[in-house]
């Protein structure tokens, strides 16, 4: 991923800008071309995380670009949450190492780590006898913000909130809650948002805003760090996904992981069986090998089906087949998720 | 530390405080019961009343003043950090860059200005009531220098004490009403240390009032060092401590020195 579209924001910038989320926010939802920084927004080797004999997360390891959507997918009790909290510095890690944000994840980095970060958990955690605004006033003296109110005020606008600012927030929907966790995670300007789960028990409608609300952190050039089972949600947002349980089962972009883990395939339906399939497709360019002939029509494997599923429709074609269609076959993430984690003993602890 | 930090930790502490119907009840009806009960007993002591009776009876009134800032404070220190669990904010809040002294000493404050605050105004108004409409020999006994200076410098302090060993009981218990209770109880032995002024085992003076109140300050210093050790985000947010956890492990790193 060498280009995103976004704000311009890299990495290394310094975090506590207070103009920063200012302009982020006035531009949000605009497509502003980015460069990305060179320094990875996070580096992770080896972590490994053990809660007595139980072992949470084992020998970990992947790297975030700066401005990337990084989808971390995995069952429950695969070690996401872990992870999120082992690099937002709640929690240890037992052995590895990390770089969150350009700082070694060490002990005495911990203020700085997480003045750097935003990490929004499952819930999202707010003060229900307090209005929205004396949330995020007190998340905003936390980080030390400069001119808290009109930070305060720009970060409600992001998430359409600024008609919410004086409401308690035990009087809002868990959607709107939602979005006045997000709105916190902005206050800061971080270099990396962590969501954790950020769509759980959402409504479709509040799950669609807050898609929105990250692919508006995307277009302002923030990492986003998003663990999820959602496989859609991640399919849908994220540049790249890691599947976990426990340890890192595949990291990569979701078609490439569909080509690692599955055949291409090309889908041929035809009006009628073919009187003599192997004459059709034998030494078609690209095709592999073949299988069917019953009311499915035929499974052909082929090296690239840009290649080819021309080739197979004018050898279709020159045999007088009535061609009804010749499709790809399409792999979805959740193909390849269950395909690594479905039959994981591990996955049903 | 940044005092921002903390500043902030006390304000928004302050307005839940404000805003929690069951704190706000039990700050309004304590004080009354602890104006009532000294006030009438001083009273009720005739001008001709002897000595001993008199000090006994200052005594007891002195004891029940000091009672205040060691009962209120735990109601509000023992909710500090399961109040922030139970709400699910614990998590959202230490992953700021919050420093866990600078959690803890906002908590501290946004309790010690309230509970302060209600004990020392108790103790004026019985001061007084008792200088306007009591004897003038108890009222001699109740305005003696020692006895105020006892009051006036044990309250702060015993309230602090009453406060560390409330957000330790918070931080280490998960139901806020045995971190209450097991919190007034932990705060009880400082009162047997009040109690030997005020019932005069230790004759009062002003230096021996000075020289205990240090002994408490001193006390107070260790209790928040001990209490800032205790404070493991690790262990809050897991329920396993970071030394557990990296005993079994290939590393001894501690969580808790993430700050």
Redesign the interface.
């Known amino acids: 991923m060498e280009e995103q579209s976004g704000k311009g924001r890299t990495a290394d910038a310094p975090a506590d800008d207070p103009e920063r989320a200012v302009e982020a926010a006035e531009t949000a939802g605009a497509s502003p071309v980015a460069t990305q920084s060179e320094r990875p927004a996070l580096v992770v080797e080896g972590l490994t995380k053990r809660f007595g004999e139980r072992v949470a997360v084992d020998d970990v390891s992947f790297t975030v670009a700066s401005g990337e959507v990084f989808g971390f997918l995995g069952p429950n009790g695969a070690g996401k949450t872990t992870t999120v909290r082992t690099l937002g510095t709640l929690i240890a890690p037992t052995s590895g190492s990390a770089t969150v944000a350009g700082i070694p994840l060490e002990p005495g980095n911990g203020v700085e780590i997480r003045q750097r970060i935003s990490v929004m958990t499952e819930t999202p955690g707010l003060y229900l006898r307090l209005t929205v605004a004396e949330n995020l006033e007190f998340f905003a003296g936390l980080y030390g913000v400069v001119q808290p109110q009109a930070r305060i005020a720009r970060a409600l606008e992001a998430v359409n909130l600024a008609a919410r600012a004086d409401d308690l927030c035990g009087s809002l929907s868990k959607g709107l809650r939602q979005r006045v966790g997000l709105a916190r995670a902005l206050l800061n300007d971080p270099a990396i948002v962590f969501l954790d789960e950020p769509t759980s028990g959402l409504d479709p409608v509040a799950t669609r805003e807050v898609h929105d609300l990250i692919d508006g952190l995307r277009g302002r050039g923030v990492t986003v760090f998003l663990t999820t089972h959602r496989l859609e949600e991640a399919e849908r947002l994220c540049d790249r996904v890691a599947i976990l349980n426990t340890s890192l089962r595949m990291i990569g972009r979701p078609d490439e992981l569909r080509d690692r883990l599955f055949t291409k395939t090309v889908l041929v339906r035809t009006a009628a069986p073919l009187g003599a399939p192997e004459e059709v497709f034998a030494g078609v360019r690209g095709v592999e090998s073949w299988l069917g002939g019953g009311p499915d029509g035929y499974v052909l494997t082929v090296s690239d089906p840009r290649i080819a599923a021309p080739e197979v429709t004018r050898a279709l074609v020159a045999a007088g087949a009535d061609v009804l269609s010749i499709a790809e076959a399409r792999h979805s993430l959740e193909d390849v998720y269950l395909e690594l984690i479905g039959d994981d003993v591990e996955a049903r602890r | 530390m940044?005092l921002?930090?903390i500043?902030?930790?006390v304000?928004?502490e302050t307005?839940?405080y404000r805003?929690?119907r069951f704190i706000i009840t039990t700050m309004a009806v304590l004080p009354l019961v602890f104006l009532v009960a000294p006030t009438v007993t001083l009273f009720r002591i005739p001008a001709s009343a002897t000595g001993a009776l008199v000090q006994h009876a200052v005594g007891a009134t002195s004891l029940l003043l000091l009672v205040v800032p060691v009962v209120i404070p735990p109601v509000i220190a023992a909710y500090s950090v399961i109040g922030e669990r139970d709400?699910?904010?614990?998590?959202?809040?230490?992953?700021?860059?919050?420093?866990r002294e600078e959690l803890l000493l906002g908590k501290a404050v946004a309790a010690f200005v309230p509970s302060v605050a209600v004990a020392y105004a108790i103790y004026a108004v019985v001061a007084v009531s008792v200088r306007l409409g009591a004897s003038h020999t108890v009222s001699a006994v109740v305005w003696h220098a020692p006895q105020v200076l006892t009051q006036v410098l044990f309250t702060p302090l015993l309230a602090v004490w009453s406060i560390w060993v409330g957000i330790a009981m918070s931080a280490r218990f998960g139901d806020v009403r045995v971190a209450q209770q097991l919190a007034t109880l932990a705060s009880l032995p400082a009162l047997g240390f009040a109690s030997l002024v005020s019932f005069r085992v230790i004759t009062p003076s002003v230096p021996l009032a000075v020289g205990l109140a240090l002994v408490l300050l001193v006390v107070d210093v260790v209790a928040w060092r001990v209490v800032s050790q205790l404070f493991d985000?690790?262990r809050l947010?897991?329920g396993?401590s970071?030394q557990?956890?990296?005993d079994?492990?290939?590393?001894s790193?501690?969580?808790a020195?993430?700050?």
Not at chain 2, 248 to 251: E, H, L, V
């Open positions: 940044s921002g930090r500043r902030a930790v304000r928004k307005r839940e805003r929690n709400q699910g904010t614990l998590e959202p809040f230490l992953t700021t860059p919050v420093r985000r690790e947010i897991t396993t970071a557990v956890s990296a079994t492990g290939r590393s790193r501690s969580a020195g993430h700050g």
